[in-house]
């Protein structure tokens, strides 16, 4: 090896093998009593800000001070506040002109709304948009005084069939609430044209996991409540839309209307933690040096709707064995193991357990901006989420990050020499857990996971679906990995490989597409949507999306064709996880998309 920091790894890589082996009976004990209690019905699938939530989070504590790790925090909590969703109260109303409007059939508030009451005209003004893009300069406010009024928009963008346009980062719903705010308005109508939604409904009131609302009131209505304040046909929205497309001008109307409304959003505030400890390393000029190693703890309650499970529909506990009990149970067997004095690194390890990953990574981004120690001293991080199913017969380890430091690709390959399963690497540092955090911040990462299962998300990942030999094999490598950048004379050096922001580009490639050329015909596919191929380093590609899958189901609602494959993603939004059911070769697989 030419790295002299690598060629010292391999003493510790058949001492730390050799060592775990003999005690691998005993750790796969108790990994199956970890993950028992986690995944047990008591904690009731651990949701974030619940009482599983913080037994998981006690638990946890309480073994990282068993192990002799020292609790950082509020003794060993990292405490933080989260919205964990939202409901409408019994204060929403809307009159038009003194005529009564109907709840949840011809409007509805959306999430991020605030609670409010407007007793204002109505000002119609296009799309909502200040801005240019190309040869388009577009001003949907020049000639609309909506100060103190309220003002109606259609949802979408002037170029609807520009992927790359200029105008898609201003024509989110929360966008337009914020141009229509510091444009004076008193609140936001939204509706949306045929285009985009067939049916002549109000959008869900399903939360964007985003605490902060928009200041003034937003509501969606109907295309025909909305044709009733413009005095105008039933036709009047998508006519308007046209009108505006083809002249490539905005328009702008003052129907002399007065709408009465108020929103009464209830957002649900709970409290969750991060667990933290540090085991201090063994050598004094390089104690103050830090590797992270995480998982997440917390997973999906009992399930429903806008909890991401993939059966929304059934109410039961959603235990979470291998999601993510799994990565904690390797976490405090690696905390005792690296307790033990003879066992200690070079550098301090600080382990972490995650509350709210679910919830849009929660926990981690609180910790990155309130670490217990400076992040310049976080020389790499070790996530570990869902590493309970090893493959029996084709065993395979994904390790994603492969590519954020200098000499990963050879410490992996290293290490891969004598493990017992396939490494997969993937070269991306940003993905659908908890590491993602670290990243964004310019820390090297690896993230190790045995993958996804039909089971993910459901009530049926359970703990008699573990595979606690593979799992050991699982936690050895990751003791051995951590020794590894533990004992490292040289500290990792980051490199950039992929996008440190998730919401860095905007297109509408991360908005409505996998990065996938789906089979637009239909005509050899019979029950959902035949992959014809797999573009290069797109989000399908990086979760194992291959050509020939036939794409089921979308966030467990179920794909038949084309069209209902366009419907389910046109609901996603870049940054966010898709769970993609395919069938490969006659067999169901599921698959963590990260947009």
Do not use: C
Request: cysteine-free.
């Amino acid at each position: 090896m030419k790295n002299p920091d690598l060629r010292l790894l391999f003493p510790f890589v058949f001492l730390l093998l050799f060592s775990l082996s003999l005690h691998s009976q005993n750790t796969s004990d108790n990994l199956r009593k970890h993950i028992t209690y986690l995944a047990s019905d008591e904690l009731e699938g651990r949701k974030a800000g619940t009482k599983g939530d913080s037994l998981a989070a006690t638990y946890i504590r309480d073994k990282f001070r068993a192990a002799g790790a020292e609790l950082q925090g509020d003794n060993g909590f990292q405490y933080f506040s989260l919205v964990a969703g939202v409901s409408q109260g019994d204060g929403n109303s809307f009159f038009v002109n003194g005529q009564k409007a109907d709840v949840s059939v011809d409007f509805m508030p959306l999430s991020f709304s605030s609670s409010a009451t407007v007793d204002a005209e109505v000002i119609f003004a296009g799309y909502g948009i200040t801005g240019i893009s190309g040869d388009i300069n577009w001003d949907d406010y020049a000639s609309a005084d909506v100060k103190g009024k309220w003002v109606m928009v259609l949802r979408g963008d002037p170029e609807p069939e520009n992927q790359n346009s200029a105008f898609i980062p201003l024509a989110t719903d929360r966008s337009k609430a914020l141009t229509a705010r510091d444009k004076g308005a008193a609140g936001l109508i939204l509706v949306s044209p045929s285009g985009m939604e067939k049916k002549d409904v109000p959008l869900d009131l399903s939360y964007d996991k985003t605490v902060s609302d928009a200041g003034i009131p937003v509501v969606s209505v109907t295309r025909m409540l909305a044709s009733k304040i413009l005095r105008l046909p039933v036709t009047a929205i998508d006519s308007l839309e046209k009108i505006m497309l083809g002249k490539v001008l905005p328009v702008s109307l003052r129907p002399e209307t007065k709408v009465k409304a108020s929103t009464d959003v209830i957002r649900q505030k709970v409290i969750s933690r991060n667990v933290m400890a540090v085991i201090p390393g063994s050598d004094i000029s390089m104690r103050n040096e830090y590797i992270v190693v995480g998982a997440h703890y917390d997973h999906l309650g009992m399930g429903g709707a806008g909890s991401g499970s993939r059966v929304p529909d059934l109410h039961a506990v959603h235990g979470g064995a291998d999601d993510n009990a799994s990565g904690v149970a390797s976490l405090i067997e690696l905390a005792e193991w690296f307790g033990k004095s003879e066992n200690r690194t070079s550098r301090s390890l600080l382990f972490v357990s995650f509350g709210a990953e679910e919830m849009g990574l929660v926990g981690a981004r609180h910790f990155v901006a309130n670490s217990p120690v400076s992040l310049k001293s976080i020389k790499a991080m070790i996530n570990m989420d869902m590493v309970g199913r090893l493959n029996a017969e084709s065993p395979v380890v994904t390790i994603s990050g492969t590519g954020t430091f200098t000499v990963a690709d050879s410490l992996v390959d290293a290490l891969s020499s004598t493990a017992a399963f396939e490494v997969r690497k993937v070269a991306d540092g940003y993905g659908p857990s908890d590491h993602a955090a670290f990243y964004g911040e310019g820390i090297p990462v690896l993230f190790l996971t045995t993958g996804a299962h039909s089971d993910y998300h459901t009530p049926d990942d359970n703990v008699d679906r573990i595979n606690f030999p593979g799992q050991v094999k699982v936690t050895e490598f990751v003791a051995t990995l951590s020794t590894g950048l533990g004992n490292m004379k040289s500290a990792p050096i980051f490199k950039e490989s992929g996008t440190r922001n998730q919401a860095g580009h905007y297109g509408r490639n991360l908005k409505v597409t996998l990065g996938i050329m789906p089979d637009v015909s239909g005509g050899e596919t019979s029950g959902g949507m035949k992959v014809e191929g797999v573009r290069k380093d797109g989000p399908a590609e990086r979760s194992g999306m291959l050509k020939g899958d036939v794409i089921i189901a979308i966030n467990g609602l179920p794909v038949s064709n084309i069209y209902d494959y366009m419907s389910r993603l046109g609901k996603l939004r870049a940054g966010e996880r898709a769970n993609i059911e395919v069938l490969r070769d006659g067999k169901k697989e599921v698959l963590i998309v990260q947009l």
